[in-house]
């Protein structure tokens, strides 16, 4: 039980220690709020434009979890189509990992042009970058599935489409969770680059706005917003995880 308090509580005693440290840092030196301000300045300019970074924050909370659930749904197909056959995995694979590797900001000139500035950008942004990492995972699932235990399938009389949906999906969800958690994270990363050259609203336009009248106070309250909603998604992942794949944790010491 000790361990286990320890673990919950032990980062947050690191993010006030660096906080805290932070703080002492500007202080004890000086620095400039124009330059690198300060956590009492970050947070006074939180709470001064509340309902501004509010109302930023739905949007770029909402487009991000729209292009998300797309990610979501082309991850999982890609994924199963790549994984449940060699020679899809042979022929996809290789071409999904070429485009992976394309900066995804390089696409959001393009997608202004094909979509106008606005929502349509920033929810695709999101999809192209978060979606690979779930592809991915639910490929490997599904392709690492034992030989020795798809032959006794086999024997028993399996169909591949059963040994695939009965036995592959429901051991490829560890991979999956693990897979949303990571893609989460990058469609925030994706929907802010996004806002910061094609929108006129979100936590991305927020930053350049606030960047450009030298209110850096006000640009990282706006990082600090997009960090806590990417952690709170990560964790609400992350308890789904544990509750509906309880069994592939079971006996770990991490868990």
Request: with cysteine.
């Amino acid at each position: 039980m000790k361990q286990r308090q320890l673990e919950l509580w032990a980062p947050w005693v690191l993010l006030v220690a660096f906080v805290v440290l932070w703080q002492v840092i500007c202080s004890a030196f000086n620095v400039s709020e124009f330059i690198f301000p300060s956590p009492a300045r970050i947070w006074s300019q939180m709470v001064e434009y509340r309902a501004l970074i509010a109302g930023h924050a739905w949007r770029t909370l909402w487009v991000t979890m729209a292009g998300f659930g797309i990610a979501i749904v082309v991850g999982v197909m890609l994924g199963f189509l790549i994984g449940s056959s060699r020679l899809a995995y042979a022929a996809v694979y290789p071409l999904m990992t070429a485009f992976n590797a394309l900066p995804k900001a390089a696409f959001v000139p393009i997608l202004v042009v094909w979509f106008g500035i606005g929502v349509g950008p920033a929810i695709l942004t999101a999809f192209l970058i978060s979606f690979f990492p779930i592809m991915v995972n639910i490929a490997t699932g599904l392709a690492t599935l034992e030989p020795e235990l798809e032959d006794v399938l086999r024997v028993l009389g399996a169909r591949r489409w059963d040994v695939l949906v009965k036995v592959g999906l429901p051991r490829s969800m560890p991979y999956f969770y693990a897979s949303l958690k990571v893609a989460i994270t990058l469609a925030f990363v994706g929907t802010t680059v996004s806002e910061m050259t094609a929108a006129n609203e979100g936590i991305g336009y927020l930053l350049i706005s606030a960047g450009s009248a030298m209110q850096m106070g006000l640009a990282f309250a706006g990082l600090v917003v997009i960090g806590a909603m990417a952690m709170l998604m990560y964790e609400l992942f992350s308890l789904l995880e544990k509750h509906t794949t309880a069994w592939a944790h079971r006996g770990s010491q991490w868990h």
